[in-house]
């Protein structure tokens, strides 16, 4: 009795401490019902101008979706290439040094916490526009998010077929060969088609900052005023996004 009423009162004073801090917030962030009421005709008026779209464009679109396309393919793959070894590093059923699972760990943590929005702009002003910085960016963003994902997945592999090898008197290298990858790799897999999915996304943004691919060219139309051809690149990346969600949520349901 005396637990209810704890986690009771415990419930009670997580809800009123969090209303409170999202009504301060509210305040913070200056959000205003009447000013967006407000600017609905500006909105609706923008809206106008970019109707009809203008698939005049299309074979320009179409040219630098598939950048972008490469682009998220070439960053992804760079990426798993380095994370794989760092998820192992990272494990501590494979690492037995406390030592190095935590500073890969640390390593991995810091990359997530630096945005590829950040990594694009340092890299586009270290090596000019283009897809290029871009793919530099998503590609060591990228890392830090699939190496969580896969010492997560390594450390929670079967134990029984490791010890079984073990037993026998298998090394090192074949207990991780045969023991554990057999385990991992559709799960790898899937966070590689998962991560190619959100870096498509992220390089239509990155694209604004000057990293290359059909953002680039949306930023571009924008500026020039040119909102019917903005409209095209629109619709194109949301049947682009759309398209590729589809595609990679049926395959990661085959994998894992």
């Known amino acids: 009795m005396e ?8 419930t009670v004073l997580f809800v009123t401490l ?23 005709p500006f909105m609706w008026d923008f809206l106008k101008r970019m109707y009809p779209p203008n698939f005049g464009v299309l074979n320009k679109v179409f040219q630098e979706v598939l950048v972008t396309i490469q682009l998220a393919l070439v960053s992804t793959t760079l990426a798993m290439i380095i994370s794989v070894p760092m998820g192992f590093l990272a494990s501590e059923n494979v690492v037995k040094n406390r030592l190095v699972v935590q500073f890969v760990r640390f390593l991995l943590s810091a990359d997530r916490a630096i945005d590829a929005l950040i990594l694009a702009l340092f890299f586009v002003s270290a090596v000019g526009l283009g897809p290029f ?24 592999v079967d134990k029984k077929p490791v010890e079984a090898m073990e037993s026998v008197g298998a ?26 999915e959100l870096n498509v996304r992220a390089a239509v943004v990155l694209g604004i900052v000057g990293a290359g691919g ?26 682009l996004v759309m398209a590729i969600d589809i595609i990679s949520s049926k395959i990661r349901k085959r994998l894992v």
């Open 3 to 10: 637990n209810k009423r704890v986690r009771t009162g415990f």
């Open 18 to 40: 969090f209303v409170a801090a999202f009504f301060i917030s509210l305040n913070a962030v200056e959000f205003s019902l009447p000013r967006l009421i407000e600017g609905g």
């Open 133 to 156: 910085p871009g793919t530099l960016a998503l590609a060591i963003h990228s890392v830090g998010m699939l190496g969580q994902l896969m010492y997560h997945a390594i450390e929670s």
């Open 171 to 196: 090394n090192y290298i074949n207990v991780i060969r045969w023991g554990i990858i057999p385990q991992v790799l559709p799960y790898f897999l899937s966070y590689y088609l998962l991560r190619f």
């Open 214 to 239: 059909i953002g680039f060219l949306l930023q571009s139309y924008m500026r020039l005023f040119q909102y019917q051809n903005g409209c095209t690149v629109v619709l194109t990346i949301l049947i």
